[in-house]
């Protein structure tokens, strides 16, 4: 520490260092700033059954009205992480998305919500015990929340993820896998994690007609998912024809800004009430 202390005195940061070192400072305070005035909002993207049977739920998505050019949380989602804020945020998250359960609930609109968790909540040895407080003190069952961890965030140590994805299902949470196969991707993970779902990466549903290639990769990753039992959700469905692929194939659910943007809670209210009216029969 001293020793490099000392060695700043005489080294010069390059100019577009110190300029970054600069932003980075200041994303920080605002963010940090953000945290404690709960500058955030959830916003939520509708998720479409493809099957029959299953209901439409929505993925609660984070947006920071007063963050500039920062305010996407592929920006400042990783950051906060790295920086020890990710903590407060995922706080945020978790009370807003189970009061927003509760709201609907007692509009009579019976709601479930998947929310992101990055690598470093899932590493928190009480996160079952702080999720379960959450839906308790709004009185919603676990079953309402499903937890969407990144497969990077899994691979770290199998055996402890194991676990503590049991203990979470024990106490009622679903599991979902989020963007599968866009890094480490191991089939390995399907099989050996107790997983309710996983959510293939969008880029596989972008690219899926650009080669013969992506199509037999989400086939297989559709097919070996409904061997072992999970459910499966394409991201980033964005045209009819993959929709009509996906439908082909046997997908679960489909996400996507072909079926729907992320939007208001007020909005996603005003959808999901539409689309129980449409599923209403006549008469
Ligand atoms: P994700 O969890 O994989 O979420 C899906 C992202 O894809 C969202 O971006 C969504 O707006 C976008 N998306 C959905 N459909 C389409 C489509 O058809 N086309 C395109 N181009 N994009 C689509 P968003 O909201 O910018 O979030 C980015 C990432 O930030 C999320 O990826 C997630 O990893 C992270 N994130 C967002 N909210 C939270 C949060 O509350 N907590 C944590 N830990 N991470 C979050
Ligand atoms: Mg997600
Ligand atoms: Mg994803
Ligand atoms: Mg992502």
């Not at 979902?176 to 994690?193: C, H, P, Q, R, T």
């Not at 070996?224 to 980033?236: C, P, R």
């Amino acid at each position: 520490q001293a020793k490099a202390l000392g060695r700043n005195r005489y080294c010069f940061f390059e100019p577009a260092i110190e300029a970054r070192l600069r932003d980075e400072m200041e994303l920080f305070t605002q963010l940090r700033h953000a945290i404690e005035e709960q500058q955030f909002v959830l916003h939520y993207q509708p998720i479409i059954p493809l099957a029959e049977g299953l209901g439409s739920y929505g993925e609660a998505l984070l947006r920071w009205p007063g963050g500039g050019s920062q305010a996407s949380p592929g920006v400042f989602i990783p950051f906060a992480e790295q920086h020890g804020l990710i903590e407060g945020i995922g706080d945020f998250v978790l009370e807003a998305a189970s009061h927003f359960v509760a709201t609907s609930i007692e509009q009579g609109l019976p709601q479930s919500i998947s929310i992101n968790l990055s690598a470093r909540q899932l590493a928190l040895s009480d996160l079952p015990e702080r999720l379960s407080q959450a839906v308790s003190k709004h009185g919603i069952p676990a079953s309402a929340i499903e937890l969407e961890l990144t497969e990077s965030s899994l691979i770290q140590n199998l055996q402890a993820i194991s676990v503590t994805l049991t203990r979470l299902r024990q106490a009622g949470f679903r599991i979902a896998i989020d963007d599968f196969g866009a890094g480490y991707s191991s089939l390995n993970y399907l099989v050996e994690l107790p997983v309710d779902k996983v959510k293939i990466d969008q880029r596989f549903i972008w690219s899926l007609f650009n080669s013969p290639r992506n199509q037999a990769v989400v086939k297989a990753i559709l097919s070996l998912a409904h061997t072992i039992g999970i459910q499966t959700v394409a991201e980033g469905v964005e045209t009819a024809e993959q929709l009509a692929f996906l439908q082909a194939h046997g997908c679960h659910y489909v996400q996507g800004y072909y079926l729907a943007r992320p939007m208001s809670q007020q909005d996603f209210l005003t959808f999901q009430q539409l689309g129980t009216a449409n599923m209403t029969p006549a008469g």
